[in-house]
């Protein structure tokens, strides 16, 4: 009998916690039985440590009764899976493809309409295609259907553009302000928390706010502001609103870097599982982050298990951002478990191939990972090479303006510098404090050049035990 629930539970373990608590406000069941399998389930979902076999005695129809309804209940709150429905309609309507029943579940659809939901705007536009496909076959029933429908929503229509609009234009001025740190954009904070907060206005736009308001809070490094709006969205998720597979990867893809910000490590690494469970064109951006905090909790042996299941993935990918930071990773790991002759050849061969695609997109996470390898194997004069051939020196000294600025390349250079020769104790010593004099390093900048100099004094304990205690 144990065979026969392996695929329910399965399932069960793909539900996502926030579907848990939605889940939990919804059932009626009066079966003890039903009852009892549910609520396993949703205890299970919201764990985030004990999970509890199910009853195996319980009838396997029963779990199967459970699994359909479970499906059905998240499939009609699912913002996806209905603009689907709404794109597919549309392009069946442009191309006369459109059958009875497909006409009949939409006339329904909006004849008993009365939320302004997430994909209010691309529904209104659907309408109005529709309106004329009815008119020019003169089905003036259904089409009065329609036509009640646009005029009903026409005020709100118009509202939910305009919105639309100006949130365009903040998304402008707040990326702008992250990429080129040249302006304010405080100004926009109210009117972003009220289109977030406001259920008459459609779903796509609140979310569209709630993103500008995270990025915003994170460029102003606003930490408790950012936990109060991921809060928010979290109840709002929990009560089906907002809700799809891929927002809420997203949503506990932001939580990870959240909660790594605050150095709340356990709780990054909860939220980094959650962010895969889910199969898009993001994941891999997940599995990185995840990655980076398994390295944080010194797991390297479930980060390398996790690169290897995603290994498919990264191999087809044409995304180099991510792509170069799965390979970057993969390089920590492998020195982490001790195999630094793969980490060495695995970043030759990978800046042989992608030499390009390095340095136009992440050259300082790439060559971090690969100079710290060739530290350990002491090959100095290879730190040397790479240092000249790929102008790093001079890479660095920009970076060194940045806020997040970690002098990793930097010391490994000089170390390299040192140990071949090329200078002495005392210039090492002032070449390695140099980067240090313009910089007040966060807290999580110092965990982090401390974890750097733990690594570069197992070569030279003297020149960075007195650095460390500079720190």
């Given at each position: 009998m144990k065979t026969k629930l392996k695929k329910f539970t399965q399932f069960s373990k793909s539900i996502l916690p926030n579907e848990a608590k939605y889940l939990q406000t919804r059932y009626q069941f009066t079966d003890l039985e039903k009852i009892e399998i549910i609520e396993r389930l949703i205890s299970n979902a919201l764990s985030q440590n004990s999970i509890k076999d199910f009853d195996t005695n319980i009838n396997k129809r029963k779990y199967s009764y459970i699994k359909d309804w479970v499906e059905k209940k998240l499939a009609n709150i699912d913002v996806d899976a209905t603009i689907g429905w709404i794109m597919s309609l549309k392009q069946k309507i442009l191309?006369?493809?459109?059958?009875?029943?497909?006409?009949?579940?939409?006339?329904?659809?909006?004849?008993?309409?009365?939320?302004?939901?997430?994909?209010?705007?691309?529904?209104?536009?659907?309408?109005?295609?529709?309106?004329?496909?009815?008119?020019v076959r003169m089905r003036y029933k259904d089409h009065q259907i329609v036509s009640d429908f646009i005029e009903n929503y026409k005020d709100n229509y118009v509202e939910v553009k305009n919105i639309k609009e100006k949130l365009y234009t903040a998304t402008t001025e707040i990326t702008n302000q992250y990429t080129l740190n040249n302006n304010e954009t405080k100004h926009l904070e109210?009117?972003?928390?009220?289109?977030?907060?406001?259920?008459?206005?459609?779903?796509?736009?609140?979310?569209?706010?709630?993103?500008?308001?995270?990025?915003?809070?994170t460029n102003y490094n606003e930490n408790d502001k950012l936990r109060v709006i991921f809060d928010q969205i979290d109840y709002y998720f929990s009560q089906g609103?907002?809700?799809?597979?891929?927002?809420?990867?997203?949503?506990?893809?932001?939580?990870?870097?959240?909660?790594?910000?605050?150095d709340q490590f356990k709780e990054a690494e909860f939220y980094g599982y959650l962010s895969i469970r889910q199969n898009n064109s993001d994941?891999?951006?997940?599995?990185?982050?995840?990655?980076?905090?398994?390295?944080?909790?010194s797991k390297p042996e479930k980060a390398f298990a996790l690169l290897e299941k995603y290994k498919d993935q990264y191999k087809d990918t044409h995304n180099y951002h991510q792509k170069i930071g799965y390979c970057s990773y993969q390089i920590r790991v492998?020195?982490?478990?001790?195999?630094?002759?793969?980490?060495?050849?695995?970043?030759?061969t990978f800046l042989r191939n992608y030499k390009k695609e390095v340095l136009k997109h992440r050259w300082h996470h790439f060559?971090?990972?690969?100079?710290?390898?060739?530290?350990?194997?002491?090959?100095?004069?290879?730190?040397?090479?790479?240092?000249?051939?790929?102008?790093?020196?001079?890479?660095?000294?920009?970076?060194?303006?940045?806020?997040?600025?970690?002098?990793?390349?930097?010391?490994?250079?000089?170390?390299?510098?040192?140990?071949e020769g090329k200078i002495s104790s005392a210039r090492l010593l002032d070449e390695i404090k140099a980067p240090l004099k313009d910089i007040q390093p966060t807290k999580n900048q110092k965990q982090l050049m401390i974890k750097v100099i733990d690594t570069l004094s197992n070569n030279l304990p003297e020149a960075f035990f007195e650095l460390k205690s500079h720190i």
């Open positions: 191309t006369d493809a459109i059958t009875y029943n497909e006409e009949k579940d939409f006339l329904n659809y909006i004849s008993v309409y009365k939320n302004i939901d997430f994909n209010f705007q691309n529904l209104y536009d659907l309408a109005k295609e529709y309106k004329s496909y009815l008119l109210t009117w972003l928390l009220q289109v977030f907060n406001d259920k008459n206005i459609d779903g796509k736009n609140r979310y569209q706010a709630f993103v500008l308001l995270a990025f915003m809070y609103q907002m809700y799809s597979r891929r927002l809420l990867s997203n949503y506990y893809a932001s939580r990870v870097l959240l909660h790594s910000k605050k994941t891999l951006m997940y599995l990185n982050n995840l990655v980076a905090i398994l390295l944080r909790n492998y020195a982490e478990l001790q195999k630094s002759n793969l980490a060495a050849s695995t970043a030759k060559f971090t990972s690969y100079i710290n390898v060739l530290v350990i194997q002491e090959k100095y004069e290879e730190v040397l090479k790479l240092s000249t051939k790929f102008n790093l020196i001079e890479k660095e000294s920009e970076r060194q303006k940045q806020n997040n600025y970690v002098p990793n390349i930097s010391w490994s250079i000089s170390l390299s510098r040192y140990m």
